[in-house]
T-cell receptor
Framework: DAKTTQPPSMDCAEGRAANLPCNHS???????VYWYRQIHSQGPQYIIH???NNETNEMASLIITEDRKSSTLILPHATLRDTAVYYC????????????FGPGTRLSVLP | DAGVIQSPRHEVTEMGQEVTLRCKPI?????LFWYRQTMMRGLELLIY????????DSGMPEDRFSAKMPNASFSTLKIQPSEPRDSAVYFC???????????FGPGTRLTVL
C-alpha cells in the first residue's frame, strides 16, 4: 500500500504556480520523498526528491515540512504541458521493497 | 543519451498466444524493473533485477509470467499463455543502483483479445 495521501485532482491556471500537496505522516527518518509525473500514455517521469531539506531543480521545487509529515511540490509557472498525474512516493528501502505508486493527483492546467 | 527503450510499443494478440516484451535499460544502469499499469490497479511492480539477477518477483501475478535478464543491456518479460486480463501497459525502468531514481521507458501497450 502507498504510504502517501494526495488529493485526486487539482486545477491550475496557465502561468500560475501549481502547488501539489502530499501527506506522509508515517514516514521514517531514512525515507526520501520522491515525485514523479505521468503525462497521458507516457512512462512516469522523475521530477525531484528530497529527505528533509527543501530542494529545487529546473523542473520544480520540493518543500518538506520540518516534521517531514507532509510536502508540497511546486511548479512555479505551470504550462499546458504540465497537465499530468503527479505521484508522491515515500521510498521504502531494502531488498524486496521499492517504489509504490498510489493513485496520484491529476493536475489540469487550464488556459 | 538514449533513455530506456522498449519494444514493441503496441502488441495485439489472441488469447493463448505467447507474448514477449523487450527492454533495453540505460547504459551503465545495473538495476532493472518491470511494471504493469491498468486502470483498476494502477502502476504495480512485477519484478526487478540487480546486476542481471532477479531480486524480487513477488509482484509477478502467476506462473504464466516470466522475466529474464541475460545481460546488462537486455531484458524480456514473457507471458505464456496470454489471457485478456493481461491487457495493460507494461513499463520497464532502470536505475544506476537498486535504490536510486528510476527512469521509465515509454511502455508497451498489450491487448489480448
Amino acid at each position: 500500500d502507498a504510504k502517501t495521501t494526495q488529493p485526486p485532482s487539482m486545477d491550475c491556471a496557465e502561468g500560475r504556480a501549481a502547488n501539489l500537496p502530499c501527506n506522509h505522516s508515517t514516514i521514517s527518518g531514512n525515507e526520501y520523498v520522491y515525485w514523479y509525473r505521468q503525462i497521458h500514455s507516457q512512462g512516469p517521469q522523475y521530477i525531484i526528491h528530497g529527505l528533509k531539506n527543501n530542494e529545487t531543480n529546473e523542473m520544480a521545487s520540493l518543500i518538506i515540512t520540518e516534521d517531514r509529515k507532509s510536502s508540497t511540490l511546486i511548479l512555479p509557472h505551470a504550462t499546458l504541458r504540465d497537465t499530468a498525474v503527479y505521484y508522491c512516493i515515500v521510498r521504502v528501502g531494502g531488498y524486496g521493497q521499492n517504489f509504490v505508486f498510489g493513485p496520484g493527483t491529476r493536475l489540469s492546467v487550464l488556459p | 543519451d538514449a533513455g530506456v527503450i522498449q519494444s514493441p510499443r503496441h502488441e495485439v494478440t489472441e488469447m493463448g498466444q505467447e507474448v514477449t516484451l523487450r527492454c533495453k535499460p540505460i547504459s551503465g544502469h545495473n538495476s532493472l524493473f518491470w511494471y504493469r499499469q491498468t486502470m483498476m490497479r494502477g502502476l504495480e511492480l512485477l519484478i526487478y533485477f540487480n546486476n542481471n539477477v532477479p531480486i524480487d518477483d513477488s509482484g509477478m501475478p502467476e506462473d504464466r509470467f516470466s522475466a529474464k535478464m541475460p545481460n546488462a543491456s537486455f531484458s524480456t518479460l514473457k507471458i505464456q499463455p496470454s489471457e485478456p486480463r493481461d491487457s495493460a501497459v507494461y513499463f520497464c525502468a532502470s536505475s544506476w543502483r537498486e535504490l536510486d531514481t528510476q527512469y521509465f521507458g515509454p511502455g508497451t501497450r498489450l491487448t489480448v483479445l
